[in-house]
């Protein structure tokens, strides 16, 4: 009677997991008793123990995946938050916003066939009527979904200045006043740069970001009245450096370049779709090109790509209320794409000019500062840095990304959006006091740290650090930590003397 139970319970599909192939019957007067004479026998017969809901992938328009159609990224981390969900049984609210993989070719895919697929409740089905045959499974679906609560979804980019990790909505009267006092100051015939800087450090408004980020950066000038002249000779001025430089992308001499660009393009951010757009990709190997060839000194080196993201999507955010992580940007008038771009171009090589060491011959910057990590952190944290040398891990293996992507694959983009907000505040933010975020980002996993006990364990924990759900105020703690070590030890390099 129990085992009966057991298996009507699993049967509530027709695959379910542990069940026998299809062309053997199952013998249930001797289940108990029958045991594996092998390991591979025992494997071939549970090797769908975790298909849950499997059915469901033979609705993808009835055939298997061809080599035209890859499920992307966000498709499994899709998946793999929703199962940490089911375990963590924590709530979802409805989001505006949710992030949805790049589509190559529209809303609906066609089968080799001719006939049309269509997604329904996110997956596709072959067509109307094969949606209608499905209605049972996918309400089973949704009402076991619905019954256990979930974590909330937080999208990669949108709400980027409002979005905290419990998904909560900002405060609206503390936002209002700094943005009216940011307004007060833009404002001004000449933008006090300091007091901007100040009001900076915790954070800038989305609305007033764009404009504060070309002041903080150095691209625009602190009096008013010269900002658009200055806006349009610079933009003119790129665009000839285009006219210029951007044909030779195929002589002998810059193919190599060029090629490589081309190639590191489509991975910058690959879970986000803005970024999959061949016209933002356009837009970005044109940046990246001309930036190499005008510093030759480094030319283009691979992590220079991802420093043009933020930059990119802060100045298009000027111009979109919407979803900006799905928006078209071919849809924008070809003035303002032009703009944007010139704009993104300029503020990264801003940035550059202060950490171009880190791209030189040898990368003797980014060797720098990590020597310099490893040294703060033998003095700031004795048992990390024991734990470290105990398992022959080397700083180098986990913190040259660090230095060379200043921290964006191990952040969400819309925390890195945040953090620059303090970086461009604050003196020397990219090249001086990322090291101190550096450090203080590392014994923010201090406890998951010292529970590794192996190398390779380690450094797949320092590879993919879980903050796929930081927001606001993960950030805001980060910076005050790094900012109490940059206080604490930058001028008085003998205080955690061992």
């Keep these: 009677m129990a085992t009966d139970n057991r298996i009507n319970f699993w049967r509530r599909n027709t695959k379910v997991p542990g069940r026998y192939p299809k062309d053997t019957k199952p013998k249930f007067n001797n289940l108990k008793s029958k045991k594996a004479c092998s390991f591979h026998e025992f494997a071939c017969s549970t090797n769908d123990a975790w298909d849950i809901d499997d059915e469901e992938d033979d609705n993808f328009c009835g055939t298997p995946f061809s080599a035209s159609f890859t499920p992307s990224g966000q498709d499994l981390t899709s998946v793999h938050n929703q199962q940490l969900r089911h375990q963590t049984g924590e709530t979802e609210p409805v989001l505006p916003h949710i992030l949805t993989p790049p589509r ?50 937080i999208p990669l980019v949108a709400r980027i200045s409002d979005q905290n990790a419990s998904g909560a909505p900002p405060m609206t009267v503390r ?49 008013k009245e010269r900002r658009e002249l200055v806006l349009k000779r610079k933009r003119e001025e790129y665009f000839g450096f285009i006219e210029q430089y951007y044909h030779s992308r195929t002589d002998e001499h810059y193919k190599d370049t060029y090629r490589q660009i081309h190639i590191d393009i489509p991975r910058t951010n690959p879970l986000i779709p803005l970024f999959q757009q061949p016209a933002v990709q356009e837009v970005f190997e044109r940046i990246l090109f001309i930036w190499a060839i005008r510093h030759p000194a480094s030319g283009y080196v691979q992590g220079i790509n991802d420093l043009v993201t933020p930059f990119f999507v802060v ?10 992580e799905n928006f078209d940007v071919a849809a924008l008038p070809l003035e303002t794409q032009r703009n ?38 033998s003095r700031i944290d004795v048992d990390i840095h024991n734990h470290f040398k105990k398992y022959e891990v080397e700083y180098l293996q986990f913190a040259f990304r660090w230095m060379n992507n200043l921290l964006m694959r191990e952040l969400p983009l819309r925390c890195t959006i945040r953090l620059w907000d303090t970086y461009q505040a604050e003196a020397e933010g990219f090249s001086h006091f990322h090291l101190y975020v550096c450090a203080a980002f590392l014994i923010e996993w201090r406890k998951e740290i010292l529970c590794m006990v192996d190398f390779q364990s380690l450094l797949m924990l320092l590879q993919n650090l879980p903050t796929i759900h930081w927001g606001n105020e993960e950030v805001g703690l980060l910076l005050a930590e790094a900012y109490r070590l940059k206080y604490m030890f930058a001028d008085a390099p003998n205080h955690y003397k061992r």
């Design 104 to 153: 190559d070719e529209g809303h609906n895919s066609q089968r080799d066939d001719g006939s049309e697929c269509e997604r329904v409740n996110g997956k596709f089905v072959k067509s109307s009527s094969d949606a209608d045959l499905n209605t049972t499974s996918v309400r089973s679906s949704l009402q076991k979904q619905q019954s256990l609560p979930v974590r909330p979804i």
């Design 175 to 223: 936002e209002k006043s700094r943005l009216d006092k940011f307004k007060q100051l833009l404002a001004s015939p000449n933008t006090d740069l300091e007091e901007l800087r100040k009001h900076s450090w915790s954070g800038i408004p989305r609305e007033v970001r764009p404009i504060t980020w070309r002041l903080l950066s150095g691209y625009l000038p602190a009096n």
């Design 315 to 324: 100045f298009l955010s000027e111009f979109v209320t919407e979803d900006v």
């Design 340 to 377: 944007i771009e010139a704009d993104s171009f300029w503020c990264m090589s801003k940035l550059l000019d202060g950490i171009q060491d880190n791209y030189t011959f040898a990368q003797p910057g980014i060797q720098n500062k990590v020597k310099a990590l490893e040294e703060l952190v």
